[in-house]
T-cell receptor, first 115, second 113 residues
């Protein structure tokens, strides 16, 4: 069964550094999402992406964040200058077209640790 | 704006006992409702969903949930808990197809012998 994949599984970085988190959504899916989960807290929406542009974003998704679909398969989240409070698990999700266009499929997550 | 409230951050049941995890939602329009499960160090897996069809929804691993509009609830149940059910369970709501999911704070289910 097709799955959403994410790399790396764990990323450690120094405060102020740029990080890129990578996701490969399921191949025929059309909508893509990033969420994050700070340790011990709930999952929070960051951004959604459709037809090569952002369709919705939260107040968390400020100018330090950007998303890109550089080719036909990858979907990336870039944090330009990481802060300590960016430490979290980041989940990518994708949504299929058609009759199942109400169920987001999640990847296993990337744990980002900012030191 | 939509929101979800999950009552009880921790629930402990004995193996074989009924599991009841509570979820109440707030939405100005008819919602789509979801239950996801997160096993330790893993991602989010869909258990079941309500998308305006039958109000009693059956999911994987023997779980089911009932949408009650009058109570704005979507509680998750399983008749008989198994040790493998120990995980974190998240209720989530969206209001438009393809829009963001808004999650509750989660309920950690512990299953004891």
């Amino acid at each position: 069964e097709p799955e959403v994949t994410q790399t790396p599984s764990h990323q450690v970085t120094q405060m102020g550094q740029e990080v890129i988190l990578r996701c490969v959504p399921i191949s025929n899916h059309l909508y893509f999402y990033w969420y994050r989960q700070i340790l011990g807290q709930k999952v929070e929406f960051l951004v959604s992406f459709y037809n090569n542009e952002i369709s919705e974003k939260s107040e968390i998704f400020d100018d330090q964040f950007s998303v890109e679909r550089p080719d036909g398969s990858n979907f990336t989240l870039k944090i330009r200058s990481t802060k300590l409070e960016d430490s979290a698990m980041y989940f990518c999700a994708s949504l299929p077209p058609g009759r199942e266009a109400d169920t987001q499929y999640f990847g296993p997550g990337t744990r980002l640790t900012v030191l | 704006a939509q929101s979800v409230t999950q009552l009880g951050s921790h629930v402990s049941v004995s193996e074989g006992a009924l599991v009841l995890l509570r979820c109440n939602y707030s939405s100005s329009v008819p919602p789509y409702l979801f239950w996801y499960v997160q096993y330790p160090n893993q991602g989010l897996q869909l258990l079941l969903k309500y998308t305006s069809a039958a109000t009693l929804v059956k999911g994987i691993n023997g779980f089911e949930a009932e949408f009650k509009k009058s109570e704005t609830s979507f509680h998750l149940t399983k008749p008989s808990a198994h040790m493998s059910d120990a995980a974190e369970y998240f209720c989530a709501v969206s209001v438009v197809t393809a829009s963001k999911l808004t999650f509750g704070t989660g309920t950690r289910l512990q299953v004891t012998l």
